[in-house]
């Protein structure tokens, strides 16, 4: 795998406080090309952010969580023991840190100097109180195999008439509601449970206001249950890299003193009684690595993940008339990167009481010109009258980045860096030299949702709706911290 090449040691912070109001999170990264150098930086700096906090006795035994995102770059001896550097170098700010996060082709390396992707660790710290007493607790979980997971991405790539689920047997005992499109054909029957620390020790779900996790691919059936527990929840994670080259791990997920190889770990972020307002900003997605090839079409018909008919004709055919036209168009795009992407949006006339819903973007995974469908990169389902527009990638990839006005954000971007050119350092492109990021970028993609509303809370499998994976190449998703 190509990896970028080393810079010299680079510190980031973001002080924990701002125009006279105090703020809960702080961030650093190092460039560090020795990780415990590199752990022994970043836990400097976040002890001088949160220094003055230390005269308040009750902080030494709150509840404070840090979240690490470390390169693939490092030993594998260095990665696992890199949570433990950063435990015994914070003891004196609380000793009562919940530790999380995952291995990463590359971290955001954000501050004084502009932004950048590059090798190196990056961890933010939230204080779960300050002067005012309580703010955000952190919940910390892990969701696994053991918890009744199922994998759901090594079925075929057309979901359809898959006999592990309920829904076969349910479309052979009500074929009206398979012919009507309102059976899901693409979830799997679940028997996974939440783990307690999600269910017993949060009383009022209602009061979870973020929840940030690393994950591997297979988190989907996860995702479902966080959504129906906590929809007024934003949430953002980052699918970590594959590590069985670094450790002999598939993936590598730190969750305090465990590491493991699958499943999710992450924080949920609960508001205190008295604190209303929201904590956290909502995701901010941006595709900018991909260019239209095709106009807008409603799509006719459609079976969970798979579109059958377009307004203009079926799918297969009317996506190769699109390639053939931009072929035309652009003579000397015979050596670009072909890969086929689909745009879906709402319908045209959604009902008013509905929110404005989100615009996502998958892969073109499969087709079949000689029956005419195409089948799209997700586990969730497709509806008639959604549109969807046909994309490829860009020649030359815009920046994703976003001007960014606050403090501290969080970002999570898709890169390819397997041929090609590299999508990554235009994720922080457009970033001003003062905003403070912490992130982290691999191809696995990241996960994202925002606040639902009531009218979206009982969508079902709608590829609209709840969590979306995204794994598109130049993708991102940035959150502000308030």
């Given at each position: 795998?190509?990896?970028?090449?080393?810079?010299?040691?680079?510190?980031?912070i973001?002080?924990?406080?701002g125009?006279?109001?105090?703020?809960?999170?702080?961030?650093?990264?190092?460039?560090?090309t020795?990780?415990v150098?590199?752990?022994?930086?970043?836990?400097?700096?976040?002890?001088?952010a949160v220094?003055?906090?230390?005269?308040q006795?009750?902080?030494?035994t709150?509840?404070?969580?840090?979240?690490?995102?470390?390169s693939?770059s490092?030993?594998?001896?260095?990665?696992?023991?890199?949570?433990?550097?950063?435990?015994?170098?914070?003891?004196?700010?609380?000793?009562?840190?919940?530790?999380?996060?995952?291995?990463?082709?590359?971290?955001?390396?954000?501050g004084?100097?502009?932004?950048?992707?590059?090798?190196?660790?990056?961890?933010?710290?939230?204080?779960?109180?300050?002067?005012n007493g309580?703010?955000?607790?952190a919940?910390?979980?892990?969701?696994?195999?053991?918890?009744?997971?199922q994998?759901?991405?090594?079925?075929?790539v057309?979901?359809?008439?898959n006999?592990?689920?309920?829904?076969?047997?349910?479309?052979?005992?009500?074929?009206?509601?398979?012919i009507?499109?309102?059976?899901?054909?693409?979830?799997?029957?679940?028997?996974?449970?939440?783990?307690?620390?999600l269910v017993?020790?949060?009383?009022a779900?209602?009061?979870?206001?973020?929840?940030?996790?690393?994950?591997?691919?297979?988190?989907?059936?996860?995702?479902?249950?966080?959504?129906?527990?906590?929809?007024r929840?934003?949430?953002?994670?980052?699918?970590?890299?594959?590590?069985?080259?670094?450790?002999?791990?598939?993936?590598?997920?730190f969750?305090?003193s465990?590491v493991?190889?699958?499943?999710?770990v992450?924080?949920?972020?609960?508001?205190?009684?008295?604190?209303?307002?929201?904590?956290?900003?909502e995701?901010?997605?941006?595709?900018?690595?991909?260019?239209?090839?095709?106009?807008?079409?409603?799509?006719v018909?459609?079976?969970?993940?798979?579109?059958?008919?377009?307004e203009?004709?079926d799918?297969?055919?009317?996506l190769?008339?699109?390639m053939?036209?931009k072929?035309?168009?652009?003579?000397?795009?015979a050596?670009?990167d072909?890969?086929?992407?689909?745009?879906?949006?709402?319908?045209?006339?959604?009902?008013?009481?509905?929110?404005?819903?989100?615009?996502?973007?998958?892969?073109v995974?499969?087709?079949?010109?000689?029956?005419?469908?195409?089948?799209?990169?997700?586990?969730?389902?497709?509806?008639?009258?959604?549109?969807?527009?046909?994309?490829?990638?860009?020649?030359?990839?815009?920046?994703?980045?976003s001007?960014?006005?606050?403090?501290?954000?969080?970002?999570?971007?898709?890169?390819?860096?397997?041929?090609?050119?590299?999508?990554?350092?235009?994720?922080?492109?457009?970033?001003t030299?003062?905003?403070?990021?912490?992130?982290?970028v691999?191809?696995?993609?990241?996960?994202?949702?925002r606040?639902?509303?009531?009218?979206?809370?009982?969508?079902?499998?709608?590829?609209?709706?709840?969590?979306?994976?995204?794994?598109?190449?130049?993708?991102?998703?940035?959150?502000?911290?308030?």
């Amino acid at each position: 795998m190509n990896r970028l090449r080393s810079v010299a040691p680079r510190l980031a912070i973001r002080p924990c406080v701002g125009g006279g109001r105090r703020s809960l999170w702080s961030a650093a990264s190092s460039a560090n090309t020795s990780l415990v150098s590199a752990a022994l930086e970043c836990a400097e700096r976040i002890k001088d952010a949160v220094a003055h906090r230390n005269t308040q006795p009750s902080c030494l035994t709150a509840r404070d969580s840090c979240f690490v995102l470390v390169s693939q770059s490092y030993q594998s001896a260095d990665i696992d023991k890199v949570v433990g550097a950063l435990r015994q170098q914070l003891d004196s700010v609380s000793n009562n840190i919940f530790f999380s996060g995952t291995v990463v082709d590359h971290v955001i390396l954000g501050g004084v100097k502009r932004p950048s992707i590059g090798n190196g660790l990056s961890v933010i710290y939230n204080c779960s109180s300050d002067f005012n007493g309580p703010q955000l607790e952190a919940h910390p979980f892990y969701i696994g195999d053991i918890h009744g997971r199922q994998r759901l991405r090594e079925v075929a790539v057309g979901r359809w008439h898959n006999k592990v689920t309920d829904r076969f047997k349910e479309q052979h005992s009500n074929p009206a509601q398979w012919i009507s499109g309102h059976s899901s054909v693409t979830q799997a029957s679940s028997h996974m449970v939440l783990p307690p620390e999600l269910v017993r020790d949060i009383e009022a779900p209602s009061l979870v206001d973020f929840i940030l996790f690393a994950a591997d691919k297979e988190s989907r059936q996860a995702l479902d249950l966080l959504d129906k527990r906590f929809p007024r929840a934003a949430k953002l994670g980052i699918v970590g890299s594959q590590t069985p080259f670094v450790n002999g791990r598939e993936y590598t997920l730190f969750a305090d003193s465990h590491v493991y190889e699958s499943g999710m770990v992450g924080f949920a972020f609960a508001r205190s009684g008295q604190q209303s307002k929201a904590a956290v900003g909502e995701p901010r997605v941006s595709h900018d690595g991909l260019v239209p090839i095709s106009d807008a079409l409603r799509i006719v018909r459609c079976k969970g993940n798979v579109i059958l008919e377009l307004e203009n004709g079926d799918a297969a055919h009317s996506l190769i008339a699109s390639m053939r036209r931009k072929r035309t168009e652009m003579p000397n795009s015979a050596g670009e990167d072909n890969r086929l992407f689909a745009k879906i949006t709402p319908e045209d006339n959604p009902s008013a009481s509905k929110p404005p819903q989100p615009v996502v973007v998958f892969q073109v995974t499969g087709g079949n010109p000689a029956k005419g469908g195409l089948a799209i990169d997700t586990l969730r389902d497709l509806s008639n009258g959604q549109r969807v527009q046909f994309m490829m990638m860009a020649a030359t990839p815009a920046s994703s980045g976003s001007s960014n006005t606050s403090d501290i954000s969080l970002r999570f971007g898709a890169a390819d860096f397997c041929g090609g050119p590299s999508l990554s350092p235009a994720i922080c492109a457009k970033d001003t030299p003062a905003a403070m990021l912490f992130g982290g970028v691999t191809e696995g993609g990241f996960v994202y949702s925002r606040r639902l509303a009531s009218s979206e809370q009982n969508s079902g499998s709608s590829v609209l709706s709840g969590c979306v994976e995204c794994s598109v190449p130049g993708s991102t998703a940035t959150l502000a911290l308030k």
